[in-house]
């Protein structure tokens, strides 16, 4: 499984920004997806986590209420939309798949990663 993240960059304070993982030689719809977070000089974090028909999702305290998961799985693609950020959120972010069939923290196959920087 290689998972692909896109739509990372810079952001100003308050401004929004939608992320994409993606997947070849896999089909998404199979697993629950997590994106998980790590900034420089921390630990990972859980940002949030989807199951696989997307009728279940989980959020990290520090995101509820302006992150948002869903996931299209015709098109193989889930996506983490942004809104309010914070420099706080400033980190690489990942979208990984879960080992087991709901949202447990348990990721088995990572992709590399896309930086969001959130600065004035």
């Known amino acids: 499984v290689q998972l692909v993240e896109s739509g990372g960059g810079l952001v100003q304070p308050g401004g929004s920004l939608r992320l994409s993982c993606t997947a070849s030689g896999a089909t998404l719809g199979w697993h629950a997806i997590g994106w998980i977070r790590q900034a420089p000089g921390k630990e990972r974090e859980g940002v949030s986590c989807?199951?696989?028909?997307?009728?279940?999702?989980t959020y990290a305290d520090s995101v509820k209420g302006r992150f948002t998961i869903s996931r299209d799985n015709a098109k193989n693609t889930v996506y983490l939309q942004m809104n309010s950020l914070k420099p706080e959120d400033t980190a690489v972010y990942y979208c990984a798949t879960e080992f087991l069939d709901y949202c447990s923290g348990d990721y088995d196959f990572w992709g590399q990663g896309t930086q969001v920087t959130v600065s004035s």
């Open positions: 989807i199951s696989k028909e997307g009728d279940s999702t």
